[in-house]
């Protein structure tokens, strides 16, 4: 989930991706759930998943320091589930590929 990726890198470097990075995890993202789309949704969702990380930093919804990227992954691209600030977040993504159909399994 991208904006559990957003999370970690703020987390460990004290700033937030890069739009290029950002940019590159969002299509690591989609080839990794073997998803296409298009290059405007691809931004979209991008946009999003950095305002949802924001958000929960700013609305103090998590303490920055209890942002464990260890606990919030279970490989370097598998976000844990289990992991009760990777649902709040989940909760928190109206535009995941299970709510999105025009999104195609490539």
């Given amino acids: 989930m991208l904006s559990c990726a957003e999370?970690?890198?703020?987390?460990?470097?004290?700033?937030?991706?890069s739009e290029a990075n950002l940019a590159e995890s969002t299509r690591i993202w989609f080839a990794r759930n073997h998803l296409t789309t298009g290059w405007l949704d691809r931004v979209t969702l991008a946009?999003?998943?950095?305002?949802?990380?924001?958000?929960?930093?700013?609305?103090?919804?998590v303490q920055l320091t209890t942002i464990i990227p260890a606990r919030r992954?279970?490989?370097?691209?598998?976000?844990?589930?289990?992991?009760a600030l990777v649902t709040k977040i989940w909760h928190r993504c109206p535009d995941c590929p299970q709510h999105r159909e025009e999104w195609r399994r490539s």
């Fill in 7 to 17: 999370l970690a890198a703020f987390a460990l470097q004290g700033a937030w991706l």
């Fill in 47 to 61: 946009r999003r998943a950095h305002a949802i990380a924001q958000d929960v930093v700013l609305l103090d919804i």
């Fill in 73 to 83: 992954f279970t490989d370097a691209m598998t976000v844990n589930y289990a992991d």
